[in-house]
């Protein structure tokens, strides 16, 4: 799978919003995973035909040796029972000890095919991470067989010697059968056709339709990959060294940029010129619909535009991993990983995962200290209820940690650092400290901040108002739209007004639906 996620991932995420691309990566996935159903409706049919052939062979060994037919038949009969046998406890084996580990193998492998977690995965560079955990999990979850391997098969290879005596012995009767003249040419291959169609009896399958299955998803992977013009060479893992730490000093820019999407007609963006100086924190705010995450969609390389340019420290972050490496984003609908919290905190700066420090300092900063101390198994503590010793966690406590996963790309280098609505779900107080908080510890760092609420973002340097058609409306300080008295001093004003006439827990639901202009 990695040979298709690794350069679908890294062109752009257009790929898996496209319904037959992702309708087929999900059905090479099942291919992969689980055959159960098909395999056995199609193979009830094969059984079936092939016992009554075994039938017919042993009438044809009848009337040579009547207990020849017997004899190599009991034999199959024996390795498949022995073989079955092996397999059941082998499976059974490996659901008890590695039931978690294999779901968890799964897991992971569905965060690198998913759409919902294509961008993060993209963006955060960890396809590679992923593909090795994945491999890793797995091999450690079929660890279980290769002591039953090993053992367990010997009975099965005792039953395959038992077979090959017995048919061993029936040809050299016939051997010796035809050396007297008692069979003919034509009785020789009747009877050797028939010996081997006593297989029948046993369990060694079709081989056509075992290679068959087993190639299907490759074939199919093939096609995909040629289809959508991907390489056969594997994109290139970023090193640390390719995490500069130093911020850049170099602009982010949109120029002139227009961009549909795929399955739309009508543009998200059209002719849309944004600079943002290195250093500076932004606010853009908009109606829904206005192009707020689109915009922030094209900053991060995940799409590109059908027209004019993105660059982020001089370079396209749709072409170049680097450019893309320094940019951090957490979007509304980030992703809740089912690993650990030193996982979910730590993909954000993947080349230091293992750097506690960083891991801390993040957690800190993100204000989810405290929930460190609430979990069993800290750090190593999976996010997720569906694992043993695993806990769910609520979802301002879900926000804190994406942040805090934003926070340790900052200190992996990223030097752009995007927050697309992660904490609409908090009230208007909680969003405005963590907003405020959030431009103290980044203060080095380019901030790019979304949301429907104004009092959260008037902080920033500087404001920027979208409009769905129009583009930027207005730009400038808090101060300066205030004092335009343009479309976002009208609303502000109306969000303010609202907000001291039903208090701030009331209004904290309301205002997160409340549109600009
Ligand atoms: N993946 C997508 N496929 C098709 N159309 C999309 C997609 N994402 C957004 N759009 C459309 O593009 C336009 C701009 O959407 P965008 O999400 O950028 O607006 P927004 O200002 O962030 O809105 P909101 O405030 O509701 O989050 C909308 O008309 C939206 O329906």
């Known amino acids: 799978m990695d040979a298709l996620c690794s350069p679908c991932l890294q062109q752009g995420i257009e790929l898996l919003d496209s319904p037959g691309f992702s309708g087929r990566l999900q059905a090479v996935v099942e291919a992969t995973r689980d055959w159960t159903f098909t395999f056995r409706l199609d193979n009830t049919w094969t059984v079936l035909a092939r016992r009554l052939t075994g039938i017919g062979a042993v009438a044809v060994l009848l009337s040579w040796r009547w207990w020849v037919p017997f004899l190599i038949a009991a034999s199959f009969m024996l390795l ?43 963006l955060f560079g960890l396809t590679d991470w992923l593909v090795d955990r994945y491999r890793a999990t797995w091999l450690s979850a079929m660890a279980a067989l290769w002591p039953l391997r090993k053992q367990g098969l010997r009975p099965v290879y005792l039953c395959c010697l038992v077979m090959a005596v017995a048919v061993g012995g029936a040809l050299a009767l016939l051997v010796n059968d035809v050396a007297t003249g008692a069979v003919g040419l034509a009785g020789v291959i009747t009877l050797i056709q028939a010996m081997l169609a006593l297989e029948a009896f046993g369990i060694l399958g079709d081989p056509q339709m075992a290679l068959g299955q087993s190639t299907a998803a490759t074939v199919e992977l093939t096609r995909l990959r040629r289809e959508v013009g991907l390489s056969e060479t594997h994109p290139a893992v970023l090193s640390s060294e390719d995490h500069q730490s130093e911020p850049s000093q ?6 002139n940029a227009a961009f549909t999407y795929p399955t739309r007609d009508d543009p998200a963006l059209s002719g849309l010129s944004l600079h943002i100086s290195a250093g500076q924190s932004v606010a853009i705010v908009g109606v829904n619909g206005a192009g707020k995450s689109t915009v922030i969609k094209l900053l991060c390389g995940l799409y590109r ?65 405290d929930l460190l101390e609430r979990l069993e198994h800290g750090w190593d503590t999976i996010l997720s209820a569906e694992y043993e010793g ?70 920033v340097d500087r404001i920027v108002v979208l409009d769905p058609g129009a583009g930027i409306v207005e730009d400038g300080s808090h101060d300066e739209l205030l004092r335009a008295g343009g479309r976002y001093a009208e609303m502000f004003t109306l969000q303010a007004r609202r907000f001291a006439q039903a208090g701030s827990e009331t209004l904290a639901g309301d205002e997160s639906q409340e549109p600009v202009g």
Do not use: M
Request: net charge positive; hydrophobic share 40%.
């Open 305 to 369: 535009p059908d027209q004019g340019t993105v660059r982020v420290d001089g370079a396209d972050p749709a072409e170049s991993p680097t450019a893309r490496r320094r940019v951090a984003v957490i979007f509304q609908d980030f992703v809740r990983y089912h690993l650990s919290l030193r996982d979910n905190v730590g993909f954000g700066a993947i080349a230091r995962h293992h750097d506690q420090r960083v891991l801390n300092r993040a957690l800190v900063d993100a204000g989810g200290n």
């Open 250 to 255: 170099e602009d982010r820019a949109v120029e």
């Open 80 to 122: 498949s029972k022995t073989y079955t046998t092996w397999l059941n406890t082998a499976f059974d084996k490996l659901l008890q000890s590695s039931a978690s580990e294999l779901r968890r193998a799964r897991y992971v492998r569905g965060l690198l095919v998913q759409t919902e977690t294509a961008k993060e995965v993209r």
């Open 390 to 459: 695993g806990t769910d966690l609520s979802g301002g406590q879900w926000q804190r940690v994406a942040l805090a996963r934003a926070l340790a790309a900052v200190a992996g280098g990223a030097g752009v650092l995007i927050l697309d609505e992660p904490t609409a779900a908090l009230d208007v107080r909680a969003e405005t400290a963590l907003f405020d908080r959030f431009l103290q510890v980044t203060q080095d760092v380019t901030t790019i901040l979304v949301s429907h609420r104004l009092s959260s973002v008037r902080h």
